[in-house]
């Protein structure tokens, strides 16, 4: 991976928003016992903004003079990334504000992107704690090194249509990801909690899958303008949700599901290593499903297996793994949970694509 230094055009200037709420409460407590003095030793100007609510960060994000900053960094779970993410694309200039280098301190439950981009910088060290990881990512930080990261776009039913950079999750995983949330005070070990209290009551889930294989060309970043100036992001490969997916994509035949994510990081959390092969930047959606009638013994083994990356080595056959462009989900179970980046967005019908590097992440 190809990795430049902007970062390093002193003085860089770096907003670290932090969410004094996320994981067990302690963010600000993280911050000042184990980041502040890297920072200041490093010559690393900051500003801190503590946020007040959720979607405050959005709000921010989407005024903010955007010139006035080199980075934004955000102190939470992956919940805040996906506030600001959001925030950035919400803007008349979404094109220049998303190539903002964005960063990422460990300070929630769910810190599947810090995770990985630990991974995607030190291959073979593992660690022990969140704050071993907190560490890694603060000397990320510090050194500066920015890539490119790819964003899905996701459209749901109601024809909203938000930007994801970690995952989409219906069934097991998305259950999971919600009904743990009353465990954040516990800390990341909330996925295991939630996995254990899932298992006793494995549920199928109907829906309809399809996906466009990763097989095509690379796909380019088309805009369109909407009259005005301002430039819209298109989706070139999806078709209306209520038309049927065009004849190049692979219609998955089974519709009873134990579970579908869709991941383009390497980590889902911190210790669930879901895409072993995935980049940033690659430029893929990696798809896996689970088909029902798989036992529960078995999918326990599959998790396990997945803190060192080896599900797809268990020989399941239940389990499937696709490299993808766009996917499409329509659930057929009347409720459900849907989440994308860990949030829970409206349940029904969903579709999405990969847009190859257009966000920039600050990694190792
Ligand atoms: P965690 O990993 O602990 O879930 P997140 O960063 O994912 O931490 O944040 C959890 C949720 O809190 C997200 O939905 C986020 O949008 C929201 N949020 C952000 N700032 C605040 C705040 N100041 N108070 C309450 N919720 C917030
Ligand atoms: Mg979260």
Same mark, same amino acid.
């Given at each position: 991976r190809r990795l430049e230094c902007p970062?390093?055009?002193?003085p860089c200037r770096v907003m670290i928003l932090v969410n004094p709420n996320s994981g067990r409460g302690q963010a600000l407590q993280l911050f000042s016992g184990h980041v502040q003095t890297m920072l200041t030793e490093a010559s690393v100007p900051y500003k801190l903004v503590i946020t007040e609510a959720k979607n405050h960060a959005r709000e921010l994000v989407r005024k903010v003079?955007?010139?006035?900053?080199d980075a934004l960094v955000i102190l939470s779970g992956d919940g805040l990334l996906f506030e600001v993410i959001n925030g950035l694309m919400d803007r008349e200039d979404w094109q220049q504000a998303i190539q903002t280098p964005l960063g990422i301190l460990p300070g929630g439950s769910g810190n599947a992107l810090a995770a990985s981009v630990h991974h995607y910088s030190f291959p073979s060290a593992g660690f022990s704690q969140t704050k071993e990881l907190l560490l890694s990512c603060g000397f990320m930080l510090c050194k500066g090194l920015v890539g490119s990261m790819d964003l899905v776009s996701v459209h749901l039913s109601s024809r909203q249509r938000l930007f994801s950079f970690l995952s989409i999750a219906w069934g097991f995983v998305a259950d999971v990801d919600v009904e743990s949330e009353k465990y954040r005070?516990? =800390?990341?070990i909330r996925f295991l909690m939630g996995t254990l209290v899932r298992l006793a009551t494995l549920r199928v889930y109907q829906g309809r899958l399809a996906y466009l294989p990763n097989t095509i060309s690379k796909t380019s970043v088309e805009t369109q303008s909407d009259g005005n100036t301002k430039a819209l992001l298109l989706d070139s490969l999806l078709p209306s949700l209520d038309e049927p997916v065009p004849e190049s994509w692979t219609v998955v035949k089974?519709?009873?599901?134990?579970l579908v994510l869709a991941i383009?990081?390497?980590?889902?959390?911190?210790?669930?290593?879901?895409?072993?092969?995935?980049?940033?930047?690659?430029?893929a959606i990696h798809l896996f499903y689970v088909v029902a009638g798989i036992s529960r013994p078995a999918l326990l083994r599959l998790f396990l297996a997945m803190e060192k990356g080896g599900h797809l080595d268990c =020989?399941?056959?239940y389990l499937v793994y696709e490299k993808v462009k766009a996917f499409r989900l329509e659930p057929l179970t009347p409720q459900g949970m849907i989440a994308v980046d860990g949030e829970t967005v409206e349940y029904g019908p969903l579709q999405a694509q990969v847009h190859p590097g257009i966000a920039r992440l600050i990694s190792g």
């Open positions: 970062l390093h055009e002193r003079d955007l010139t006035q900053w005070h516990v =800390g990341p089974e519709e009873d599901f134990v383009y990081q390497s980590h889902l959390a911190e210790d669930l290593w879901a895409a072993p092969g995935a980049l940033p930047d690659d430029g =020989g399941c056959p």
